[in-house]
């Protein structure tokens, strides 16, 4: 089992910056992804930014250029660094691991989530 804690979240005007943190406890493969999705109520939750344990990033069309993700493997941490923030950008952040199921195999993988923060941006 893996379990995830973010933190970071809050009330922004429009242009400010922010930064979200996740702490990942538990046993992480190899082969993971780590990242962040976020979600409006009602609506489907939509990727933000993964980051690999290869390095590869991906990253929401609507966020590119804005956001960075990034990891620490050593502590088991994803961070997402937000820019010019826009009132479109509120939302509650997910962080995610995607992982497989069973250490030295690549499939079937797992998706672990953490209960979100919520991130605000006032125009």
């Known amino acids: 089992q893996v379990q995830l804690v973010e933190s970071g979240g809050g009330l922004v005007q429009a242009g400010e910056s922010l930064r979200l943190s996740c702490a990942a406890s538990?046993?992480?493969?190899?082969?993971?992804?780590m990242g962040w999705y976020r979600q409006v109520p009602g609506k489907q939750r939509n990727l933000v930014a993964t980051?690999?344990?290869?390095?590869?990033?991906h990253y929401g069309d609507s966020v590119k250029g804005r956001f960075i993700v990034s990891r620490d493997n050593a502590k088991n941490m994803v961070y997402l660094q937000m820019s010019d923030l826009k009132p479109e950008d509120t939302a509650v952040y997910y962080c995610?691991?995607?992982?497989?199921?069973?250490?030295?195999?690549?499939?079937?993988?797992?998706?672990?989530w953490g209960n979100g923060t919520l991130v605000a941006v006032s125009s």
């Open positions: 995610n691991v995607n992982m497989p199921m069973r250490s030295g195999t690549v499939l079937p993988r797992v998706n672990y």
């Open positions: 980051l690999t344990s290869g390095g590869r990033t």
């Open positions: 538990g046993d992480i493969f190899r082969d993971n992804s």
